[in-house]
């Protein structure tokens, strides 16, 4: 029966006071994924809507370690949508945290069931305690790089492929050119998976109470059950969910009254994000995060809601520099990058505003992600500084032209073709012939005069001779590391390092980091007045020709970069 009474009494005007909130504790589930960039249409935000952006996540951490309010970092650890570059920038985020004395705790069912692991364990090493479940495996197993090659396939086919480079080391369409490693293509890879390895194996001693020669000699007879990881000193305790979040909130809770608080760390960032007017980016001077990611192409930038990635428009990336410059309270440019190359000319354009905006007295620091080879490299070249995680992939400072000859597997299916043109060379990069000895000679001068501008560049860049830069170049990919010991880099760090190099050529002001342009919604739907115009630098959603199989399409040696494509260097596991 309804009392009557309860419901009509007077309200307490103490539910209107002040409320007692508990310790916060931020959360992150790294098995739900992790976006580069926050897509900017709708589709793409709804396909999206459960990955969280990259740099809410870095950003969120960093905020937190300096907030009162947060006791603790609990983070489900998962590395499927890392590179070894990201991985480093969040360690680096998660050792900031710690520094303050709170816990942080790292936890996963299994970290790697298949014995692919190390990544995700190398993350969780990072933190104060890491804990598995009891029925988990530990697959730390060292580092492979496998690269797939075709060529026998596709001779069997009847398919052939014609390549053309500079120099020995650019191996990006070795998979359908050769049937293994070349000297090179080894002696490159092998420099990559060795570098990486001993990062790891670094990390791991540094966080566990172990020699790097103990933690070389257990990478070496994983992976590990569960019991095994614990007594070796791998994990801290063994645990099901359950038993991680009530230990780690009975331990921040102390002798408060209220409740221990669970957020997502992304919701915290964008909660204690202050809003900002859509245009002008803002009335207080800033540093303007300017963001590239994807194949290096001529044009607008162009983003597939449906998961083909992004494309690198120079249009819409020189725009943002344009509008940097023009914007009085624009006082430096991190210029974050990550991408393998394409496009020479698109390439070139962007290096030419980045130099722009160098030269007119804005300073401009590149920071770049888990890719920023051949010209993924190139762009960098008009920054002040240069700045990669000692796992980036860079360098591949090289060119490379290369198609299928599909004729004669067309004709033995009984597909014929002919053309009529009116110059000896109007068909020369189709793909049903191979080059004549006079398009040869067109590829070879293209070649040499695309590397030959591109070493000049990286020459004049980084003060060194001719000479030193073929030395580091001819194709090859270096680690961060690597490249920063040969004077490709300037230091190690991400994003964190990057803004405070800013900081320091503008006086050591510490001046707000800001996404750059921010535009009104109604950008996307009003005729730009010129290409000067701010809004030129939105990106444009389209589909991918390929969408989700792009990366299939990669390894078949289809056109989706250009000459200046840095090697995939094939899956680190």
């Known amino acids: 029966m309804v009392d009557l009474a309860k419901i009509t009494q007077p309200l307490s005007l103490d539910r209107f ?5 508990g310790p916060l504790v931020l959360e992150l589930d790294l098995t739900e994924g992790v976006a580069d960039e926050a897509p900017g249409d709708p589709i793409g935000q709804l396909f999206n809507r459960r990955r969280q952006h990259y740099l809410d996540v870095v950003e969120g951490i960093r905020r ?10 609990l983070v489900r650890v998962d590395t499927r949508s890392l590179g070894f570059a990201k991985v480093q920038e ?57 690269s797939t090659f075709v060529k026998g396939a596709l001779d069997r086919l009847g398919l052939d492929y014609e390549v053309g480079k500079r ?58 059950l569960a019991s095994e990881a614990l007594e070796h000193g791998l994990v801290d305790r063994l645990a099901y969910r359950d038993e991680i979040y009530s230990d780690l909130l009975a331990r921040v809770r102390g002798d408060a009254d209220a409740e221990p608080r669970l957020q997502f760390v992304s919701r915290y960032h964008r909660k204690h994000t202050p ?3 859509p245009r002008p980016v803002g009335d207080a001077d800033h540093i303007a995060l300017i963001t590239a990611t994807g194949t290096i ?5 162009r983003r597939s809601p449906l998961g083909g990635g992004t494309v690198m428009g120079s249009d819409t990336v020189a725009a943002a520099f344009r509008a940097a410059r023009r914007d009085p309270h624009v006082k430096a440019v991190v210029f974050r990058v990550d991408s393998r190359g394409g496009s020479p000319t698109a390439s070139d354009a962007i290096r030419r505003e980045s130099q722009l905006t160098r030269e007119a007295g804005i300073p401009v620091v590149t920071t770049m992600g888990d890719f920023a080879g051949s010209g993924g490299y190139y762009v960098t070249l008009g920054s002040d500084a240069i700045v990669a995680q000692p796992g980036t992939l860079t360098g591949s400072i090289g060119v490379i032209v290369g198609k299928p000859v599909l004729g004669p597997l067309l004709e033995r299916y009984g597909i014929t073709s002919e053309t009529v043109g009116t110059g000896e060379h109007a068909g020369m990069f189709g793909s049903d012939r191979a080059f004549t000895e006079s398009e040869w000679e067109r590829v070879n001068a293209l070649l040499d005069q695309v590397y030959d501008d591109f070493t000049a560049k990286v020459g004049a860049a980084r003060n060194m001779t001719r000479d030193e830069v073929h030395e580091v170049a001819r194709g090859r990919v270096w680690t961060g590391r690597d490249a920063r ?66 990366h299939v399409a990669a390894v078949l040696g289809l056109p989706e970069g250009g000459p200046l494509t840095m090697p995939d260097p094939g899956r680190v596991r």
């Open 64 to 73: 937190g370690a300096r907030d009162p309010e947060v006791a603790a970092l």
């Open 17 to 21: 006071g002040p409320r007692r909130t």
């Open 167 to 224: 120099h020995e080391y650019k191996n990006a369409l070795n998979g359908v050119t050769e049937t293994g490693f070349t000297d090179a293509h080894r002696e490159a890879t092998d420099r990559i998976v060795t570098s990486l390895g001993d990062q790891i194996v670094e990390g791991i001693a540094q966080a566990r109470p172990l020699s790097e020669e103990r933690v070389r000699a257990l990478v070496s007879q994983g992976p590990f």
């Open 485 to 550: 010991e040969r004077g490709l880099v300037d230091a190690l760090g991400g994003l964190e390092t990057a803004v405070r190099i800013a900081r320091e050529k503008v006086g050591g002001r510490a001046l707000p980091l800001r996404p750059f342009p921010r535009q009104h919604p109604l950008d996307r739907l009003r005729q730009h007045e010129s290409s000067e115009d701010p809004a030129a630098a939105q990106p444009q959603s389209s589909l991918s020709a390929w969408g989700p199989l792009r």
């Open 297 to 301: 192409s001529l044009g607008r930038t």
């Open 275 to 277: 809003a900002q007017r």
């Open 90 to 146: 969040l360690r680096a985020c998660v050792a900031d945290f710690r520094s303050t004395g709170r816990p942080a705790v790292a936890w996963a069912d299994s970290f790697g069931e298949t014995g692919d692991g190390n990544l995700p364990y190398y993350l969780a090493c990072a933190f104060s305690e890491v804990a598995m479940a009891p029925t988990g495996l530990l697959g730390l197993t060292g580092l492979m790089i496998k």
